[in-house]
């Protein structure tokens, strides 16, 4: 059975790379662990609807999704803990986050069977999961190689406790994911075709989250498209007439983008001119590239 891993950032950017600039900057470096305790705590939701649209069944699966609502939960609590010592916000975090373009980018139709559901929800969790331990391990390392500060230190230790969990729940999902494909032929082609849709849809929402750059519209129509091709023929045109407008016109990246350049001006104005501008029109470059 194939196996999908999430792709870099624009293919060019490893996640130990990003996190070596983020763990440098501690209001950038704040902002990130509160989306991990969004993520977290988001999950919990995700999956308290899988059980109660499971209403019951298959009992081994809805008992393991209850421990791992359990996980989920205590990594939300531990990461809350950690940035109210540090006198953080534990408000929704600015920008565009990326579980709430990933639930966009998501085909809510409903499901012919139950069945088709439960594995659109299983690799749909895989993906976002194995997501999340390219990053925790990426921020791990940069920490260990950055100042050893009572806090960095800190910060450190809670992401690896919570590290070895979820790449215990990568490791249940792919389990889950070939049971149901050893089922049947036809169930073997609807486990790896939504493999491909749901990494497709992380990939979109991914690159979304990290790039507020000129002609990042463009780029995500691109990505739109791609998730689009996962689908059969006849879901296309539905599916791309549904999320077109909202990506060309995208309020959400013209938010951010107002937000981080007043962000950027005002806590440098030369580096904004000599930094941040460049940077911005950098992104149209790659866009005319990719063309
Ligand atoms: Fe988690
Ligand atoms: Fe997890």
């Given amino acids: 059975m194939s196996v999908t891993y999430p792709r870099k950032f624009r293919n060019s950017m490893s996640a130990r790379d990003v996190m070596k600039h983020v763990v440098r900057d501690r209001e950038i470096h704040l902002i990130t662990l509160n989306r ?20 019951g069944q298959p009992r081994e699966l809805v008992r393991e999704l209850s421990r791992h609502v359990s996980d989920e939960a205590r990594h939300a609590m531990w990461l809350t803990d950690l940035l109210y010592e540090l006198g953080s916000d534990l408000d929704k975090p600015p920008g565009m986050a990326y579980i709430e373009e990933f639930d966009r980018l998501l085909d809510k139709d409903g499901f012919e069977t139950l069945e088709d559901g439960t ?6 969790i895989n993906v976002t999961e194995k997501r999340g331990c390219e990053y925790f391990s990426g921020h791990i390392q940069a920490l260990k190689s950055a100042e050893q500060t009572p806090e960095n230190i800190f910060i450190r230790e809670t992401l690896e406790r919570i590290m070895p969990e979820e790449a215990g729940h990568v490791r249940w999902g792919n389990r889950w994911l070939a049971q149901m494909a050893k ?5 073997r082609q609807k486990v790896e075709q939504a493999k491909s849709k749901y990494a497709a849809i992380e990939q979109a929402a991914f690159e979304a989250g990290m790039d507020i750059t000129m002609g990042a519209e463009l780029r995500r129509v691109a990505s739109l498209l791609d998730v689009a091709n996962t689908l059969p023929l006849w879901e296309r ?19 951010t983008r107002v937000q981080a350049a007043q962000k950027a001006w005002n806590r440098d104005p030369q580096a904004f001119m000599e930094k941040f501008v460049p940077m911005f029109l950098n992104g149209l470059n790659s866009s005319n590239s990719k063309k």
């Fill in 36 to 55: 991990y305790r969004f993520s977290e705590q988001r999950s919990c939701k995700d999956l308290t609807d899988l059980i109660e649209r499971l209403d």
């Fill in 183 to 187: 089922k049947s032929p036809q169930h």
């Fill in 119 to 124: 594995i659109a929800a299983l690799a749909a």
């Fill in 237 to 255: 045109p539905a599916y791309l007439m549904e999320r077109l407008p909202q990506t060309l016109i995208a309020p959400d990246l013209q938010l």
